[in-house]
Every structure is written in structure tokens, then in C-alpha cells.
């Protein structure tokens, strides 16, 4: 450690107070004249704050403070409190030799000579930016766990509303209920297994037909490429997906025993961009006699509003079974943000 | 009859709303962005306003509230979020805020008393 006027001879005591202060590298352990000039920084100072002992000594502390605090007086604010409480907090931003930034956590206090008289000050600090950036981390993770707690809750309690609203008895109104919360809890959990970034299309529909108790049947038939799905497009194409099928199996093509359901989808360049291109098409159900049928509920509203949300949609009641026809740009469709 | 805007980009809680409102007697007209709830009201008038704050679009549900406030100054104005709290300051005056979840009675019961001002 380099100390500043240490001509005189050394006592093995002095020489084994330094050593403990050199091996202490990761703190900081810096001393200071009453003028705020440094005396003396060890090997620890040297690792956190980047400059060597040469050229400290002598030179004001105040250079790795930031120039805002050093405008601020935020050295001799420290100093102060060190002189009139015995320390001083020093939880800040620092800088380095290099001019990068860290998080210091330390405290300044006066030193005294075995008269109790004050001749300097002395500073320990450590760099605490990982601790502090973790702690950062977890607090926007909680925030952002309770929004979408907050918004998952919002949306169930619409379901709840409308599953009940709409039944025709207590036992509709469970089963309605359970499978749609069950739809968005699947999709919630697809998204969760890519870190909610994004699903595949194929992944939501698959879900879908689990979620309604077809999984295995060969009557839901898909093919298309690899889509991914950001997750607000993912989370309302699953409740999209399962509200069809219910439609599907209620009064469609899966309501007898011989017709399926033909999923398709491709990209396209619409526009100069590229665009998801999809149809739903029943087949081999009951005949629909009426073009615009009694298929007008919530699930039938749900469909259309939550696609237009994207994109457009269009359905169709032909006689030979129901059609729905979608484009959504994929930029729309992948976004990763949520609004809500 | 008394016309609402509601304003809301999660469409399962925009539809439930708007089933509330109908039953409740009003008049909805309502949309997923800001942005297009601009265009309705530079070509509808609205007595009402219920605008999510988070919205996709350039435009947020309080620049909605403002941007209504000063088109219908009458307008009653209800503004919610999961995830931001405004300051008073931030809403228009006599604009009432509600957190997500919320009741839908409530926001029918708040939008029922709101009275042109």
C-alpha cells in the first residue's frame, strides 16, 4: 500500500496493520488528509476503482465521485457527517479510472491520532452494482408478476361473467367455465415453457384440442409452417381456437360422427409484408340451413373481435359447413409487449 | 340515451363490459386502440368514456381522456389499469380511476352516476 510521507521507519506492528489492510481487496480502503487529499490506497482501492496508488496520493478524492455529486458537494457533505457523527453513509453511484460506473457501498469516517485529535479521514467501500442490479431485477420481475397477475385475474373474471351469464343451467355454466380458464391456462403455460416469449401456432392449437378433450382424434387436421406467436397473439388465438371447437362440436362438424375440421395456414406478402394467411374450414358436419345461424353467442363474438384484434377476419355459415378466413401481419402477431 | 365509449385492448373484458352496458341500458360503441377511438370521436358524440390506460397505439388511454375532455367537456370519464396508478394531475377533472381487477357493477354504477358536468 502506498502511503503518502511514510519516510520515517516502520514498526512490525504498522507493517502488520498494512498487510490486513492490502489483503482486504475487495474493499476499497482509502485515507484522506483533512483536505479531502488522499494519503494512502491499498490494492483493493486499485481493483474496484481502476487507478494505481501513484497516482492517487496526493490527489483530491473527489475524482471518482460523479460530477452531479461533486456538484452536489456530496464529498464534503461526507466529510462533514464524519466529522460530526463519527461517519458518513456512502451508498452511490461511483466512477472508475476508465469512466465506467458502479455501485458503491461503504462508509467514510473521520480518523484520529491517539490524542483523539482528527488528522484525515478514512474511506471503505465496496463495489456492490451485481447485489444492486439483482435487487433491481427482482423488483421489476415482482412488478411485473403482479400486473399480469392482476390482468390474468381480469380476464378470468370476464370469463366467470360471461360463462354464467349465458348458461342455460348450473352444470353449463361449470363446464363453460372450467374449459375456458383451462384454454388460457394452457396457453399460459405453452408460453411459459420459451420464457413467455413467444408459442408456436401449432402448439396453440394442439392445446386447444387437448383442452376440449380431442386429443388423439384424427378430425382436427392442420398443416402450415412454423408460426411463432407473441404473447398477447398467443393468449387470444388459444381462447379463439378453443371457442371454435366448442362451436365445432356444439353445432358443427364435430357435432356428428363422420365430419372434421381442416386447419391451414401460410405466409403471404400482402402489402410488402408478410402476412399470416389462415382458414378454418368444417367438413361432413350437419348442413347449415341458415347463413347467418344462432352461432352468435359470446364464443362467436369472441372469435371475431379477438382476431380483429390483429389482423381481419371474416366467417362464413356455407351449407356445407362454417369457414373462417383470417390475415394477420405477422410484425402484429409476434410483438413481445403487452398493453394491458 | 346516453352513449359510452369503452376502450379496452383485451377483448374477453372489453365484450363482458359492453354486455354490461347494453343490459344496463346504454348506447356502446367501443374498440381496442386508442387510436381508432380517436376516429370515433371525431365522427360520433359520446357522453361516456372508459378507456384502459395501456393501449396499443401511439396514444394512451389518459391522452384518450384528455382528447375527450376536450372534445365534450360534459363527458363523464373512467379510466383503469392493471398496471399504472395515475396521478390526479394526469386525469382530466372529475375523471374517476379504477385498478384491475375491477367490478364491472362498479364501473356501471360509476358511469350511471356521472352526471354531465
Given at each position: 500500500m502506498k502511503i503518502a510521507g511514510a519516510d520515517e521507519t516502520i514498526s512490525s506492528r504498522e507493517r502488520f496493520l498494512e498487510a490486513i489492510v492490502q489483503s482486504a481487496i475487495d474493499y476499497a480502503i482509502i485515507s484522506m488528509d483533512l483536505d479531502g487529499l488522499v494519503t494512502s490506497w491499498n490494492e483493493g482501492a486499485v481493483k474496484i476503482l481502476g487507478w494505481e496508488a501513484e497516482d492517487m496520493i496526493g490527489k483530491p478524492a473527489t475524482v471518482f465521485f460523479t460530477q452531479e455529486d461533486?456538484?452536489?458537494?456530496?464529498?464534503q457533505k461526507e466529510m462533514t457527517a464524519a466529522l460530526n457523527r463519527g461517519r458518513g453513509n456512502d451508498e452511490r453511484?461511483?466512477?472508475?479510472a476508465d469512466g465506467t460506473m458502479f455501485w458503491a457501498s461503504g462508509e467514510m469516517m473521520a480518523l484520529r491520532a491517539p490524542d483523539d485529535k482528527t488528522i484525515g479521514f478514512i474511506k471503505i467501500l465496496r463495489d456492490r452494482t451485481g447485489e444492486r442490479e439483482r435487487a433491481e431485477r427482482e423488483r421489476l420481475l415482482m412488478h411485473e408478476l403482479a400486473h399480469r397477475m392482476k390482468n390474468t385475474l381480469s380476464v378470468v373474471q370476464a370469463i366467470v361473467t360471461q360463462s354464467l351469464r349465458n348458461a342455460v343451467s348450473l352444470g353449463d355454466a361449470t363446464d363453460k367455465l372450467q374449459l375456458r380458464i383451462a384454454a388460457y391456462a394452457k396457453a399460459h403455460e405453452i408460453l411459459l415453457q420459451r420464457?413467455?416469449?413467444?408459442?408456436?401456432?401449432?402448439?396453440?392449437?394442439a392445446a386447444a384440442k387437448t383442452n376440449i378433450g380431442l386429443d388423439g382424434s384424427s378430425r382436427i387436421r392442420w398443416s402450415g409452417p412454423e408460426v411463432h406467436l407473441g404473447p398477447q397473439a398467443a393468449l387470444s388465438f388459444a381462447m379463439v381456437f378453443h371457442e371454435l371447437l366448442t362451436n365445432a362440436s356444439k353445432y358443427g362438424a364435430l357435432s356428428n360422427a363422420k365430419g372434421h375440421v381442416e386447419i391451414t395456414w401460410g405466409i403471404e406478402r400482402r402489402d410488402a409484408a408478410e402476412t399470416l394467411v389462415t382458414?378454418?374450414?368444417?367438413?361432413?358436419?350437419?348442413?347449415?340451413?341458415?347463413?347467418?345461424?344462432?352461432?352468435k353467442g359470446f364464443g362467436s363474438r369472441l372469435i371475431v373481435s379477438s382476431l380483429q384484434a390483429f389482423g381481419e377476419a371474416s366467417v362464413s355459415y356455407r351449407q356445407e359447413g362454417f369457414v373462417l378466413l383470417a390475415e394477420f401481419p405477422l410484425a402484429k402477431?409476434?410483438?413481445?409487449?403487452?398493453?394491458? | 340515451m346516453r352513449k359510452v365509449l369503452v376502450v379496452e385492448d383485451e377483448v374477453l373484458i372489453r365484450l363482458t363490459l359492453v354486455d354490461a352496458l347494453h343490459e344496463a341500458?346504454?348506447?356502446?360503441?367501443?374498440?381496442?386502440?386508442?387510436?381508432?377511438a380517436v376516429e370515433i370521436i371525431n365522427e360520433q358524440t359520446i357522453h361516456l368514456l372508459f378507456t384502459d390506460i395501456q393501449l396499443p397505439g401511439k396514444l394512451t388511454g389518459l391522452d384518450l381522456a384528455q382528447r375527450v375532455a376536450e372534445r365534450f367537456p360534459e363527458a363523464g370519464i373512467v379510466v383503469a389499469s392493471g398496471r399504472i396508478q395515475p396521478a390526479s394531475a394526469d386525469l382530466p377533472p372529475g375523471a374517476k380511476f379504477f385498478a384491475k381487477p375491477f367490478r364491472f357493477d362498479q364501473i356501471i354504477a360509476c358511469l350511471k352516476e356521472m352526471q354531465p358536468r
Amino acid at each position: 500500500m502506498k502511503i503518502a510521507g511514510a519516510d520515517e521507519t516502520i514498526s512490525s506492528r504498522e507493517r502488520f496493520l498494512e498487510a490486513i489492510v492490502q489483503s482486504a481487496i475487495d474493499y476499497a480502503i482509502i485515507s484522506m488528509d483533512l483536505d479531502g487529499l488522499v494519503t494512502s490506497w491499498n490494492e483493493g482501492a486499485v481493483k474496484i476503482l481502476g487507478w494505481e496508488a501513484e497516482d492517487m496520493i496526493g490527489k483530491p478524492a473527489t475524482v471518482f465521485f460523479t460530477q452531479e455529486d461533486r456538484e452536489n458537494g456530496v464529498p464534503q457533505k461526507e466529510m462533514t457527517a464524519a466529522l460530526n457523527r463519527g461517519r458518513g453513509n456512502d451508498e452511490r453511484w461511483h466512477l472508475r479510472a476508465d469512466g465506467t460506473m458502479f455501485w458503491a457501498s461503504g462508509e467514510m469516517m473521520a480518523l484520529r491520532a491517539p490524542d483523539d485529535k482528527t488528522i484525515g479521514f478514512i474511506k471503505i467501500l465496496r463495489d456492490r452494482t451485481g447485489e444492486r442490479e439483482r435487487a433491481e431485477r427482482e423488483r421489476l420481475l415482482m412488478h411485473e408478476l403482479a400486473h399480469r397477475m392482476k390482468n390474468t385475474l381480469s380476464v378470468v373474471q370476464a370469463i366467470v361473467t360471461q360463462s354464467l351469464r349465458n348458461a342455460v343451467s348450473l352444470g353449463d355454466a361449470t363446464d363453460k367455465l372450467q374449459l375456458r380458464i383451462a384454454a388460457y391456462a394452457k396457453a399460459h403455460e405453452i408460453l411459459l415453457q420459451r420464457d413467455w416469449v413467444s408459442a408456436t401456432l401449432a402448439d396453440v392449437v394442439a392445446a386447444a384440442k387437448t383442452n376440449i378433450g380431442l386429443d388423439g382424434s384424427s378430425r382436427i387436421r392442420w398443416s402450415g409452417p412454423e408460426v411463432h406467436l407473441g404473447p398477447q397473439a398467443a393468449l387470444s388465438f388459444a381462447m379463439v381456437f378453443h371457442e371454435l371447437l366448442t362451436n365445432a362440436s356444439k353445432y358443427g362438424a364435430l357435432s356428428n360422427a363422420k365430419g372434421h375440421v381442416e386447419i391451414t395456414w401460410g405466409i403471404e406478402r400482402r402489402d410488402a409484408a408478410e402476412t399470416l394467411v389462415t382458414c378454418w374450414r368444417e367438413i361432413g358436419g350437419p348442413r347449415i340451413a341458415n347463413s347467418e345461424p344462432d352461432r352468435k353467442g359470446f364464443g362467436s363474438r369472441l372469435i371475431v373481435s379477438s382476431l380483429q384484434a390483429f389482423g381481419e377476419a371474416s366467417v362464413s355459415y356455407r351449407q356445407e359447413g362454417f369457414v373462417l378466413l383470417a390475415e394477420f401481419p405477422l410484425a402484429k402477431i409476434q410483438i413481445q409487449s403487452d398493453f394491458d | 340515451m346516453r352513449k359510452v365509449l369503452v376502450v379496452e385492448d383485451e377483448v374477453l373484458i372489453r365484450l363482458t363490459l359492453v354486455d354490461a352496458l347494453h343490459e344496463a341500458g346504454f348506447d356502446v360503441v367501443d374498440t381496442g386502440s386508442a387510436d381508432q377511438a380517436v376516429e370515433i370521436i371525431n365522427e360520433q358524440t359520446i357522453h361516456l368514456l372508459f378507456t384502459d390506460i395501456q393501449l396499443p397505439g401511439k396514444l394512451t388511454g389518459l391522452d384518450l381522456a384528455q382528447r375527450v375532455a376536450e372534445r365534450f367537456p360534459e363527458a363523464g370519464i373512467v379510466v383503469a389499469s392493471g398496471r399504472i396508478q395515475p396521478a390526479s394531475a394526469d386525469l382530466p377533472p372529475g375523471a374517476k380511476f379504477f385498478a384491475k381487477p375491477f367490478r364491472f357493477d362498479q364501473i356501471i354504477a360509476c358511469l350511471k352516476e356521472m352526471q354531465p358536468r
